[in-house]
């Protein structure tokens, strides 16, 4: 397999990548261009006007909206914002393209010279075999762990194509199709198209740029990012040079990654086939080939030797745009806190450990619901917090595939939980029993406790006289505890615990026992 063979080629070779994302702003409610909805899916053909269909006559208007987006993505990822940009037509036949020309930008994108921190550790890392003197990595404190700076050229603005359906082909493809068919409701959406430069050089790193970018994309409340949707779509330029040369490989354009894993087996593929066909003493085809994911191989699309000529010219419909420093400054101040801040104050003022809090703050939902909960319940508790919903909420969520917005349980809830356990209200094996119910019924812990009699025994008088009478009727066990077999604590405890129903206070049930056991 490819990612077995990875480890060895990249020994031999670097792997230069960049990526092309694009991302559906989907949370614009209308089309770039004009006003019909944008939304998935749908009766096909029934989201369209003579705008997106490119009928004649019909004139374009920007949608403000989209613009602002896009200028804020690029400032959540430090790109510097042109003080002047325009749109320009590029022009090109395709079928699902109504007009034969798209709305894009061509020299002077909204977004330029932007930058992105990728964290890289575990397994992952060991893909890369320079960073200890690459120039755009940061060794980390964790063994091998690294941190890689990837440029960003570009992000510009345009709008995405219709949908072609390939009837009878395999996968949905051209190849062996009976006839195909096109759906507009797409056309005309708001797109945003970021460039990399080519600084990725593991599989591994394209996926978590990737990753990262998404979320960031989501808080920022921009799109859904939904890549099985489509509304946010990965290409790969990849390449392969001999370890020491400076002089770039023929580059190949990999598509059809609708998943992260898909991304990383692709490249990883891709990087493991250059080197075959180099070994071979072939020689790599400048071409797009199309990922497989159920035959896990890339095959050739098209050829890319000759460059296209999109006869880009200035959008003669529409007047070119002038932010001020003012208008930039003020979308700046409507950014969100961002993913890396939330881990790093995650870490700074609860205490977590650096993986969890990475982990609640890669989810917008989950690090609001952790926030939510955390004021309520206090932040000495940030931790319990945190333990309860990477544990039994997190697994509640994936069992139910629901987001916590869609849960019965509310941050308030699981505080209030948290605060029964540690006031010993309820015990932790307890407190999972009263976690389902608030599953199931929506109840408050406290509710459900009281309803149900779950109230923890703490009283020393009353726990005192059920040890009495345990070690009264136990005189034997009592012996061989005070001759050393001091395991037998869990006996006594296990007898208490059965004549309480289960309602006794552990902690004081251990001190009254090693206190009448000791005397």
Request: aromatic share 6%.
């Amino acid at each position: 397999m490819a990612k077995d063979r990875l480890a060895e080629v990249l020994e031999e070779y670097e792997a230069v990548i960049g990526l092309e994302i694009h991302t559906e702003i989907t949370s614009a409610n209308t089309k770039m261009f004009c006003g019909c909805p944008v939304e998935f899916g749908g009766e096909p053909n029934t989201r369209v006007c003579p705008v997106c269909l490119g009928m004649p006559g019909a004139l374009p208007v920007p949608n403000e909206y989209a613009i602002e987006a896009t200028v804020l993505a690029g400032l959540a990822i430090d790109c510097e914002i042109a003080p002047r940009s325009q749109f320009h037509r590029k022009n090109y036949f395709y079928p699902d393209m109504p007009k034969n020309y798209q709305i894009s930008q061509y020299d002077l994108p909204f977004c330029e010279r932007g930058n992105l921190d990728v964290e890289v550790d575990g397994d992952g890392a060991s893909q890369r075999t320079d960073s200890a003197h690459a120039a755009n990595v940061t060794l980390a404190d964790d063994d091998g762990a690294y941190v890689a700076r990837i440029g960003i050229t570009r992000i510009h603005l345009e709008e995405d194509t219709g949908k072609m359906v390939h009837v009878g082909g395999s996968e949905g493809r051209l190849a062996g199709a009976t006839h195909s068919l096109v759906d507009f409701n797409r056309a005309g959406t708001p797109l945003m198209e970021l460039v990399t430069e080519p600084d990725i050089r593991t599989p591994e790193e394209a996926r978590r740029f990737a990753q990262k970018l998404r979320l960031i994309w989501l808080s920022l409340g921009i799109s859904d990012c939904s890549m099985e949707e489509g509304s946010m779509r990965v290409d790969a330029n990849v390449s392969i040079r001999l370890r020491g040369d400076s002089e770039l490989g023929t580059k190949t354009e990999v598509k059809n990654m609708n998943s992260f894993k898909s991304l990383h087996d692709a490249l990883a593929h891709e990087i493991v086939r250059q080197a075959e066909v180099l070994a071979e003493g072939g020689r790599i085809v400048q071409e797009t080939r199309h990922w497989d994911a159920g035959a896990k191989r890339t095959s050739s699309l098209r050829s890319k030797e000759e460059a296209h000529d999109y006869r880009y010219f200035p959008e003669p419909d529409m007047v070119p745009f002038e932010f001020t420093s003012e208008w930039i400054d003020e979308l700046r101040a409507k950014l969100p806190e961002l993913p890396d801040a939330r881990k790093h104050r995650f870490v700074a003022d609860y205490g977590l450990p650096a993986a969890d809090a990475a982990t609640l703050a890669g989810d917008t939902e989950m690090a609001e619901f952790f926030d939510a909960a955390v004021t309520i319940a206090g932040g000495e508790w940030a931790k319990l917090v945190a333990n309860w919903m990477l544990g039994e909420f997190s697994a509640l969520l994936n069992a139910e595939a629901i987001a916590p917005s869609e849960s019965r349980i509310v941050p308030a809830m699981l505080a209030e939980l948290v605060g029964l356990v540690e006031d010993g209200t309820i015990s932790s094996k307890q407190a999972k029993d009263v976690f389902a119910e608030m599953a199931s019924s929506g109840d408050a812990p406290g509710a459900i406790v009281e309803l149900k009699g779950m109230k923890q025994v703490s009283d020393t008088d009353e726990l005192e006289q059920v040890v009495d009478r345990i070690l009264e009727a136990n005189p034997d066990e009592v012996a061989r505890y005070r001759d050393g077999k001091t395991g037998l604590i869990g006996f006594f405890v296990g007898q208490v615990m059965r004549e309480t129903r289960g309602q006794a206070n552990p902690q004081v049930v251990n001190e009254v026992l090693e206190r009448k056991l000791e005397g």
